[in-house]
């Protein structure tokens, strides 16, 4: 039930969505939520929030929320009790290790748990099992940002802040539908062009935020490493770059000079199917009108050129020098609210936390953790599922994520998840990986009912704090964490008391943090680094230097390799997924609110000449066929698409549309290309 009224407090707290980390009241009266507002004088979202934020937070009370822990016999769940299930995974674990080795065990993080939880996670993970096979869903998101961003910036994070949109002359927004999916950066970016920033939109769908453009580039999916190739033709031909910057700052200037002559407006455009004069425009646009500042999302990452896609962006900013300064800068717009988190704090098999390389860093963390460690990079997420085909990995432990609603092709997950011994999964709700697959459910605190952190999209590490208790018996997840080691005969390494005890031990480990007190966050979030409680963070990276060997970044020729998913007589049409406004990803929280009765169920959005040409109007219901499976869903005829090309969310269960989507992955984090299916439509 819903408890309404008046309320007798409110506590400051972060929304529990998207990357944004707007600030929230939330206001409670007999401990139970009665209403959010937006803060008023928070940095990030100064007195806005989304529908999502401010009205979608009932699933803190929804009637099928699981509030004790489970364990399936026979093909039944049994209700038991937390020793109950604490024991039965650990005597499971302990002989899985024993009989198969550390590496048959694989742990995958939460982007909506806290740093706590997820810095608990990994080092269970590494210390008490004895592996690096360690994941988070950035692999499905971001993961291609991170590594392109380390590999030419020296730092897998957003070089600047959302402040700096009021500072841009011209805001570049490649692959990001802002409007739908970080509503409130969608807002601030549109009062800005309403104050006179110009905006350039690179996205194959007309978004709202599209008509806000002064250059829109609706390229064909998947070739934006063409476009970003011939704006930069355009930069270097017409000589708009920053000598001094480039001199000063950057190598790889002689070399890639050279490589980008070849690709001419005409050349790119012919790929991208846009104009050759519109590249021109908005490489001089991009060029001329500095500061200029660059959002982007999946629709850069999600493709099997993705880390390279982002290279190619960032290119366009290192030849304008249009980095390191306000109103510039490389900003990943991260999907869920601690995205970045979970992997900073070592949720990712090749780094410790902090970022801290495996290969480079084990010995400090040895040393720290007082333990050996496991050497060499672990499996991620698809590795984790096709070493579980192979018979190689024998156990899951997954926190608050429904991987197999989630990853591409699902039959292929399927599969894996058959093979498993030992599923466990830690959630509020039965999500679809539990309800098919799980031996063991153990219920976790929603971000209403703990302390902890979260780190936004610009490296701002804000407080959540407990506003509510728990349902009885209900626990965080870095408690249960904690009591599996010891379960394990392994206290020594997960043992806290609250927290900010765990936050302490984060901030000793990694410098860039050290600064940022539980004491310090009780006034406001902070970005990171903050290595002096003295220092008051960063919201500008790369001022100076690069944290790369030579203290240069790297501007890098980037060669365009077409996916092989392309549209062809058996299936026409390249089907593009995305987010809406009023559901959030596997639609576990929000389905569960009343936005599921603004918006009842994905849809696919198709052209109107291709409806005609198929015999469809809106409403209808199709069967949208793929290489890897099909699924039905309504049509919503979208004009802003062009012919060819479908789109739709993921968000709803019934649909479950990834069990049609593309598994290609991209070719150094092997991040799923759900940007691009070929697909058939037929009516039902
Ligand atoms: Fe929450 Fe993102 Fe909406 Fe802000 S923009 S209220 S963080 S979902």
Known sequence: AIALGIPEKTVRSVCAYCGVGCEIDVGVKDDKIVGIHPMQNAPVNKGHLCVKGRYAWEYVYANDRITQPMIRRQHHWENVTWKQAIDYCAQKLISMVSEHGPDSIGMIGSARATNEDNYCIQKFARTVIGT??????????????????????????????????????TILVAGANTTESHPVIGARIKQAVLKGAKLIVIDPRKTELATYATCHLQLKPGTNIPLFNAMANVIVTEKLYDETFIVNRTEGWELFKEFIREWTPERAAKICRIQPRLIRDAARLFAKRSPGICFHGLGLTEHTQGTENVIALVNLALLTGNIGKPGTGINPLRGQNNVQGAAAMGCDPSVFTGMASVKNERQRFEVFWNTALPEGKGLNLPEMLDAAVAGRLHAMWITGYDVFFTMPDANHTKQAFDKLELVIVQDMFMNETAEQFADVFLPCASSFEREGTFMNAERRIQKVRKVIPPPPGVKPDWEIVCNMAAAMGKSEYLSYSTAEDIWNEIRAIWSQVYGITYERLEKGGIQWPCSATSHPGTPILHTETFPREGGKAKLSAIEFKPTPEQAAISYPFILITGRELYHFNAGTMTYRTANKEICQSDQLHLNPIDASIIGLKAGDSVRVISKYGETTLPVYIDADLRKGEVFSTFNNDQVFLNKITNPARDNYVQTPEYKITAVKIEKV
Not at 132 to 137: G, I, P, Y
Not at 158 to 163: E, I, V
């Open 132 to 169: 690096n096979n360690v994941d988070n869903c950035a692999r499905v998101c971001h993961q291609p940002t991170a590594k392109a961003m380390t590999m030419v910036l020296g730092t897998g994070a957003a070089t600047n802040s959302y402040d700096d949109i009021e500072k841009a002359a």
